[in-house]
């Protein structure tokens, strides 16, 4: 494993359906080590961009290389150092606990089979039960134990919490938590909640209509972003790339800015912006590109 | 990979086997009482029938006793497609429909040869099902192919190498379709709607026209009755056309046949005379019967060009990763 490199690198990826483009010139550098959120809206390309990084799909334009290897000649060397849940943690219905981790063995080049099973043990699920028979949650640990189980290097989760109840997704978070601390392995999961992800993550990718919005390691986004609350300001008004955002309320206009923390201007105050915040404000944007600054606010 | 693919489909093999089983033992089990009606083996009472006592004895017992079974077999069109869509619409809808495809194809094993793998076991599976069962099959039909030939629809179909063809083909299109339609119902459905329109269209339009037919052409005998009327091409023989011609050799049409039987009528004589001394001629065009196995592996590679062009679509469709 390499704490150092990339786990991710795309150049130009764009891809196509029938129905139009899910996903344009997106282009990322992530580096290996710690937990990368992606987050977005419904609809985004969240789950476009995971399937294009495990290899499920081929992009229309631009290259994925995964962990140092271009995905498009996967071999059975490069697909094992790559786990994937994909969205509601299919599994055979039909198979026994059991079977499903027979399934992983008899597929995997290796296979933690003792590491799987302990991890099934802990949480009570039998090896005898059918997976079709399981709980949400259940089903949603016996995949993430068929994927742990490879000792991936990377580790790829689409959603895996979105269709669980409160106490499963404090469970599922806690085991996948554990396994980074253990094996150091390198997370990649999309999400379209923002609560809670400062807890959690290292790296944040923010897509939005099928492009990248925001990029980059949170502490430094959060070190770079601040909040600015000042008199309200309607008029003489200037456009500047270090605006995010601007709330106009009746008597304050608040400024979300990317200065990398310069004087505010008298009369402005400054203060740090919480992640979520962030996060909305760059989804907000996106969606009506126009902010409109004051002079002399923002640098 | 093997205990994976068995684990996904031994229902269906198990269900299948279990029905080819069943039928294969009732058939063995008839066919033995039928074949002992033939002491000498039905091969050697072939186009005997009018000719030795012994023979045409054994027949009309065959055909009082086992006639029924004969008519039955015409529901065994359907085994090929039956097998092979079984085996063919799951193999990727159920991947598809279930989710699971994304598991399936992110584990150690590349999709080209994780589909290699379930391709050439499912179809392996498809091939000594309908195989066996043909076999038997073939073998039951020897006393009344002995009796008819096996150039006619319902022994043609059934026997030789074409059924294992139509069951790839059937496999081939289930497979696609559940790749496209990613249901496995619907793939099934579409494989047996497009089994029934391409077998009846290449049987009916397609095979009589595989080679050139013969024709024959005798005059109209003098004696005998009209209906009676004796074999041009043997009995083995698959007669596409039967029909009446002038002294000439011109194919007389319907109601120019109907005016001579209507003129003979007035003229108050034998049909047959009454055409005889006009010189009528009977015809037939057939496909002699030694020609039943370069049909059967016409047709044979018909259906198989098909299945490997269906089953081209489905790897091409997994390897181009757009699923």
């Known amino acids: ?299 | 990979m093997t205990w994976l693919i068995w684990r996904q489909h031994r229902a269906e093999v198990c269900v299948l086997g279990l029905l080819v089983g069943l039928f294969g033992v009732v058939l063995v089990g008839l066919g033995t009482q039928a074949h002992d009606l033939f002491p000498g083996g039905p091969a050697r009472c072939a186009g005997e029938a009018g000719v030795n006592d012994a023979c045409a004895a054994s027949f009309r017992r065959l055909d009082e006793e086992y006639g029924y079974v004969e008519n039955l077999l015409a529901a065994f069109y359907l085994v090929p497609v039956v097998i092979g869509a079984f085996l063919g619409a799951p193999l990727l809808a159920r991947e598809l429909e279930d989710g699971t495809w994304q598991l399936a194809w992110t584990q150690a094993v590349p999709r080209t040869r994780w589909l290699a793998a379930k391709l050439a076991a499912l179809a392996g599976v498809t091939v000594a099902l309908t195989g066996t069962f043909t076999a038997v099959l073939t073998w039951f039909r020897q006393p009344f192919d002995a009796w008819e030939g096996r150039f006619q629809y319902d022994a043609f179909d059934l026997e030789g190498l074409v059924p294992v063809a139509y069951a790839l083909f059937a496999f081939g299109v289930a497979t696609a379709a559940g790749a496209i339609l990613r249901r496995s119902l619907p793939a099934f459905g579409v494989a047996f709607g497009a089994f029934l329109a391409a077998r009846m269209s290449v049987a009916l339009l397609a095979r009589p026209a595989y080679a050139r037919p013969l024709t024959a052409m005798e005059p109209v005998p003098a004696g005998g009755s009209a209906d009676r009327a004796g074999h041009l091409p043997s009995f083995a023989d698959w007669v596409i056309e039967r029909g009446y011609a002038d002294a000439t050799g011109r194919r007389l049409s319907g109601a120019e046949y109907d005016e001579l039987a209507a003129a003979a009528d007035r003229a108050g004589s034998n049909l047959n005379q009454f055409l005889h001394a006009r010189g009528v001629q009977r015809f037939g065009v057939y496909h002699p019967a030694d020609r039943f196995w370069t049909f059967q592996l016409i047709e044979t590679a018909l259906f198989l060009a098909v299945a490997a062009v269906l089953i081209g679509v489905v790897v091409w469709r997994v390897r181009r990763r757009t699923i």
């Not at chain 1, 789950?47 to 631009?62: E, K, M, W």
């Not at chain 1, 039960?129 to 991936?152: E, H, I």
């Open chain 1, 1 to 299: 494993m390499t704490a150092t490199g990339f786990a991710l690198r795309t150049d130009g990826v764009g891809k196509r359906y029938r129905k139009g483009w899910a996903l344009r010139d997106c282009t990322l550098d992530l580096p290996a080590g710690g937990v990368i959120a992606l987050v977005g809206p419904n609809g985004a390309g969240k789950t476009t961009l995971l399937r294009l990084v495990v290899g499920l799909l081929a992009p229309s334009t631009g290259t994925v290389e995964v962990l140092g290897h271009d995905v498009a000649d996967s071999t059975p060397q490069t697909l094992s150092r790559v786990g994937f849940l994909a969205q509601d943690h299919p599994l055979y219905r039909r198979f026994t606990v059991a079977e499903m981790l027979r399934f992983g063995r008899s597929c995997n080049l290796r296979f933690d089979q003792e590491l799987a099973e302990r991890r099934l043990a802990k949480r009570g699920i039998p090896l005898d039960r059918r997976a079709g028979t399981l709980s949400g949650g259940q089903q949603a640990q016996v995949a993430l134990a068929l994927a742990l189980a490879k000792r991936p290097d990377l580790l790829v989760l689409d959603e895996p919490v979105a269709s669980l109840d409160p106490l499963a997704r404090h469970e599922f978070m806690q085991v996948l938590m554990g396994a980074v601390a253990e094996d150091g392995v390198t997370v990649l999961f999309s999400s379209h909640v923002v609560h809670e992800l400062e807890r959690v993550c290292d790296h944040l990718v923010v897509l939005d209509q099928g492009r990248v919005t925001l990029t980059g390691d949170i502490d430094t986004l959060l070190a770079e972003h601040r909040l600015l609350v000042g008199p309200r300001t309607t008029h003489d008004l200037d456009r500047s790339a270090a605006v995010v955002e601007a709330v106009h309320s009746d008597r304050h206009t608040t400024l979300l800015v990317r200065d990398g923390g310069l004087p505010a201007a008298p009369g402005w105050q400054a203060r740090p912006v919480a992640l979520e915040d962030l996060v909305l404000a760059y989804l907000r944007r996106s969606s009506e590109p126009s902010a409109t600054v004051p002079s002399g606010v923002a640098a």
